[in-house]
């Protein structure tokens, strides 16, 4: 499969445990951050996002949390799952930049153990 | 709906030659951007495009070049390759532009410089 970082920060989590993953961003006129997943071949995949003026999203089994005064974003997985091993990619956007543009963390790898 | 669409999937060039990748993006998307991802630099910005215009543009050299065709669809190109330019080339695509649009990415083109 594809390599997608060979120094990446690791998570090895329990199948059945809660995993959180951390990101710290870096640009405070970023208004808007997302949370991916790549799998191995594929490209990142869209998980959830949310808008710099929340401090907690939740979806079907994740939450996203955004603490602006330490620029930090964690990624919460409930009841991780085997099939949620893959490498996580924070990325930002910044409100002074009207186009698409993203700038990605260095990404987790989380393990999940059987 | 189909996703987006990158081809080719693997690319094996020598150093010195010139490679082009093309990316569809999913159907009504107007928006493409180009990231190249390595092992050692992560996820990077390389443009974007937006109804045929170049909207941003990443810190690389100006050996990497992009387009975008009235139907949306975009191709880069890389001239006179180095072996550091081996890496993950992954296109997204996006409905629109700005914060809270969500940006869709292909599966990517594995380019080798040898």
């Known amino acids: 499969g594809e390599s997608v970082g060979l120094h990446l920060p690791t998570l090895s989590v329990q199948e059945g445990d809660n995993s959180i993953i951390n990101c710290a961003y870096s640009?405070?006129?970023?208004?808007?951050f997302i949370w991916y997943k790549q799998e191995s071949g594929k490209g990142p995949q869209f998980i959830i996002d949310?808008?710099?003026?929340?401090d907690k999203r939740q979806g079907q089994r994740v939450t996203v949390l955004l603490n602006k005064t330490v620029k930090h974003l964690s990624l919460q997985i409930a009841a991780t799952q085997p099939g949620d091993s893959a490498v996580y990619f924070c990325a930002e956007k910044p409100n002074n930049n009207a186009g698409n543009m993203l700038t990605f963390g260095g990404g987790t790898r989380l393990m999940v153990k059987p | 709906k189909a996703g987006v669409t990158q081809t080719p999937r693997y690319l094996i060039k020598t150093r010195g030659q010139q490679v082009t990748l093309s990316c569809s993006p999913i159907s009504g998307h107007r928006s493409v951007s180009w990231y190249q991802q390595t092992p050692g630099q992560g996820l990077q910005f390389l443009f974007e495009?937006?109804?045929?215009?170049?909207?941003n543009k990443g810190n690389f050299p100006g050996r990497f070049s992009g387009r975008q065709f009235s139907n949306s669809r975009s191709e880069m190109n890389v001239s006179t390759l180095e072996l550091g330019d081996s890496a993950l080339y992954l296109c997204?695509?996006?409905?629109?532009?700005?914060?809270?649009?969500?940006?869709?990415f292909g599966q990517g083109t594995r380019l080798t410089v040898v």
């Open positions: 640009n405070s006129a970023s208004d808007y």
């Open positions: 495009y937006f109804s045929e215009t170049q909207r």
């Open positions: 949310i808008r710099s003026n929340m």
């Open positions: 997204a695509s996006s409905l629109a532009l700005g914060a809270g649009t969500e940006a869709f």
